[in-house]
């Protein structure tokens, strides 16, 4: 069954959400590949999922122009997380994850049950919780501020246009 037409925003839209978690999770880890090597097997599976959730919506497109909008995503995300440098992980994964949920609350994205990014979202926030239990609390106002940044960034940008709801705060643990 072929996908019925869809342009490279919408392509953008889809991916940009995941390739943040990625380019984060990626960040996080690099310490742990230096000093091993290597990634834990359960890390890299992750990442793994992560990367393959990247590239589904970019599938069915031929070679150049898919690496070419591959490029165009890894850019868009690498320099919004490059605005959180200094950053905790903690505060940018909420920020990460707020503004996935933000964009599944607007109908602009969908996450699938079982799906690579589902898998690797529940990993992610089971090790994020037990990690930073006590300061995640901490951070939820200032990361849903940061959602609005971005939201704002993206959309002068000409990207999630025609929000359908506000923002709703807090994605329950």
Not at 109 to 124: N, R
Not at 140 to 169: C, K, M
Request: aromatic share 10%.
């Amino acid at each position: 069954m072929s996908r019925p037409y869809v342009n490279a925003k919408w392509r953008v839209e889809q991916v940009l959400p995941v390739r943040l978690l990625f380019g984060w999770l990626s960040d996080m880890l690099e310490d742990e590949k230096r000093s091993n090597g290597a990634y834990k097997p359960e890390n890299y599976e992750v990442l793994q999922a992560l990367q393959r959730a990247c590239h589904e919506p970019l599938a069915d497109m031929e070679g150049k122009e898919a690496a070419k909008l591959a490029r165009r995503i890894d850019r868009l995300a690498e320099s919004i997380l490059r605005g959180f440098n200094g950053h905790t992980a903690g505060k940018v994964w909420l920020m990460v994850i707020y503004f996935w949920h933000d964009l599944i609350e607007d109908g602009f994205c969908i996450l699938v049950e079982g799906s690579d990014a589902d898998k690797a979202f529940e990993a992610i926030k089971a090790a994020v919780i037990e990690e930073g239990s006590t300061e995640l609390p901490k951070m939820e106002e200032s990361a849903e501020n940061d959602v609005q940044r971005v939201r704002a960034r993206l959309e002068s940008e000409g990207y999630y246009q025609h929000r359908r709801v506000e923002y709703r705060g807090r994605v329950k643990a």
